[in-house]
């Protein structure tokens, strides 16, 4: 079936499941330290999602992103995956996820044999107690096992590093050239002013055309119409031949070709990642609707889905654009 168009003409190929609210980190620019996760009743089952994401494939999507929280702490979350991937060639082209890393090493050759060919895995730096203090308790060894064993299991890795002022600013650089050596491309992302934010947060927002500049002093980037649906923008690295991306949502507003939807865990509906304009899907299904009006549902809300977001940082409030935080709306 022909994806579904939404009012400005964008065909909606790419959708962003998040499995879980919960994480077994607590990164600094995504969540506080003391969350309050939500409560069972509230969260959609795994029948449930299955559901809801088969109905997106039937209207044209083409890509499905499974994100959380960290999706890998789900309790049997697998099993999504296995019977998600029974839809690869049935309409659906991708499956793959957005990870910490924590529990790659556990889960890799399930997710290979699955039909998940690379994994987005989020990184932020190299240093053990650097990665201690943004991620407020994680181990970064636990995270470079995990990758070990994604790339024994065949898949492919990229690598997505938030680019913080202050804090990792400096090895930007030598994570681009650990990322060549090791065979990952590279993708480097602004902060959002996402969930509650404090004034050491807003002053660790670093524009990616200041780190690009500096990357062009050591390394040539070449350019390419490389995408991967998504809407980062790809250089090749010729030193090391593989890829960097940037993604600018502060900086280079990229909503003209945006192509994705994001499913929450509690079945909501965010037809833009900078707008709180949402659909309740989770009604729709716990009500018994069918799969015609399930889809339905779906189609009216890309109807309404806006022309883009429209962040900003408000450095006297430390005021976030959109009260939810990154958790929740899955990436």
């Given at each position: 079936?022909?994806?579904?168009?939404?009012?400005?003409?964008?065909?909606?190929?790419?959708?962003?499941?998040?499995?879980?609210?919960?994480?077994?980190?607590?990164?600094?620019?995504?969540?506080?330290?003391?969350?309050?996760?939500?409560?069972?009743?509230?969260?959609?089952?795994l029948?449930?999602?299955?559901?809801?994401?088969?109905?997106?494939?039937?209207?044209?999507?083409?890509?499905l992103?499974?994100?959380?929280?960290?999706?890998?702490?789900?309790?049997?979350?697998?099993?999504l995956?296995?019977?998600?991937?029974?839809?690869?060639?049935?309409?659906?082209?991708?499956?793959?996820?957005?990870?910490n890393?924590?529990?790659?090493?556990?889960?890799?050759?399930?997710?290979?044999?699955?039909?998940?060919?690379?994994v987005n895995?989020?990184?932020?730096?190299?240093?053990?107690?650097?990665?201690?203090?943004?991620?407020?308790?994680?181990?970064?060894?636990?995270?470079?096992?995990?990758?070990?064993?994604?790339?024994?299991?065949?898949?492919?890795?990229?690598?997505n590093?938030?680019?913080?002022?202050?804090?990792?600013?400096?090895?930007?650089?030598?994570?681009?050239?650990?990322?060549?050596?090791?065979g990952?491309?590279?993708?480097?992302?602004?902060?959002?002013?996402?969930?509650?934010?404090?004034?050491?947060?807003?002053?660790?927002?670093?524009?990616?055309?200041?780190?690009?500049?500096?990357?062009?002093?050591?390394?040539?980037l070449?350019?390419?119409?490389?995408?991967?649906?998504?809407?980062?923008?790809?250089?090749?690295?010729?030193?090391?031949?593989?890829r960097?991306?940037?993604i600018?949502?502060m900086?280079?507003?990229?909503?003209?070709?945006?192509?994705?939807?994001?499913?929450?865990?509690?079945?909501?509906?965010?037809?833009?990642?900078?707008?709180?304009?949402?659909?309740?899907?989770?009604?729709?299904?716990?009500?018994?609707?069918?799969?015609?009006?399930?889809?339905?549902?779906?189609?009216?809300?890309?109807?309404?889905?806006?022309r883009?977001?429209?962040f900003?940082?408000?450095?006297?409030?430390?005021?976030?654009?959109?009260?939810?935080?990154?958790?929740?709306?899955?990436?």
């Amino acid at each position: 079936m022909s994806a579904v168009i939404d009012p400005f003409g964008r065909a909606i190929t790419y959708l962003r499941v998040s499995v879980t609210d919960r994480c077994d980190l607590r990164c600094v620019y995504c969540m506080a330290e003391d969350m309050n996760f939500l409560p069972r009743a509230e969260i959609l089952s795994l029948d449930e999602i299955e559901r809801l994401a088969c109905a997106f494939v039937r209207l044209g999507v083409r890509k499905l992103r499974i994100t959380g929280g960290e999706p890998l702490v789900r309790r049997n979350v697998v099993s999504l995956f296995q019977r998600l991937g029974t839809q690869l060639g049935q309409g659906l082209d991708e499956l793959t996820l957005t990870t910490n890393g924590t529990q790659l090493a556990r889960f890799a050759d399930a997710l290979a044999a699955a039909g998940v060919r690379r994994v987005n895995v989020s990184l932020d730096t190299l240093d053990a107690a650097r990665f201690a203090r943004i991620t407020r308790w994680g181990r970064i060894e636990t995270v470079f096992q995990g990758l070990r064993a994604a790339r024994a299991a065949g898949l492919a890795v990229k690598i997505n590093t938030v680019a913080l002022r202050g804090e990792n600013e400096d090895e930007i650089s030598d994570l681009l050239a650990w990322c060549g050596e090791q065979g990952f491309d590279l993708c480097l992302i602004e902060t959002m002013p996402m969930g509650d934010i404090d004034a050491a947060r807003v002053d660790q927002y670093l524009p990616l055309s200041l780190v690009r500049a500096r990357l062009r002093q050591r390394f040539t980037l070449d350019e390419t119409d490389y995408s991967t649906g998504g809407p980062a923008r790809y250089f090749v690295v010729r030193e090391t031949g593989r890829r960097v991306g940037f993604i600018t949502p502060m900086t280079h507003n990229f909503c003209e070709s945006c192509n994705r939807v994001r499913l929450t865990v509690t079945g909501t509906l965010y037809l833009c990642l900078g707008q709180d304009d949402s659909a309740d899907l989770r009604t729709v299904l716990r009500r018994g609707a069918d799969d015609a009006e399930l889809e339905q549902a779906v189609r009216d809300a890309i109807a309404r889905k806006p022309r883009g977001h429209d962040f900003v940082i408000d450095r006297r409030r430390g005021a976030p654009s959109v009260s939810r935080h990154m958790s929740l709306t899955g990436g």
